[in-house]
Nanobody, 112 residues
Framework: QVQLVESGGGLVQPGGSLRLSCAASGSIFSRNTMTWYRQAPGKQRELVAGITSGGNTNYASSVKGRFTISRDNAKNTVYLQMNSLKPEDTAVYYC??????WGQGTQVTVSS
């Protein structure tokens, strides 16, 4: 059974930064693509960033240049460094392992 636990969300002012973490249990982390999604109130869940087992990354156009995804396979953890945050980044952020497992989400609120 794989469990994903996100942390690092919170309230930040526009222009600020946050780093999200997602820790995975089990032994399959290093072999899987990890992705971050987000869902704002009244909107569909959308892909934010992904990183393959080999370290290749991709980003939504709305966050490219501001967000950075990384992973530490020794710690079974994926990170999302979010800089220059905007109010429209406000959402619940979820991590996903492969195509099946989701975390419980962490709230990010960008507001003055």
């Amino acid at each position: 059974q794989v469990q994903l636990v996100e942390s690092g969300g919170g309230l930040v002012q526009p222009g600020g930064s946050l780093r999200l973490s997602c820790a995975a249990s089990g032994s399959i982390f290093s072999r899987n693509t990890m992705t971050w999604y987000r869902q704002a109130p009244g909107k569909q869940r959308e892909l934010v960033a992904g990183i393959t087992s080999g370290g290749n990354t991709n980003y939504a156009s709305s966050v490219k240049g501001r967000f950075t995804i990384s992973r530490d396979n020794a710690k079974n953890t994926v990170y999302l460094q979010m800089n220059s945050l905007k109010p429209e980044d406000t959402a619940v952020y979820y991590c996903r392992l492969g195509n099946g497992y989701w975390g419980q989400g962490t709230q990010v609120t960008v507001s003055s």
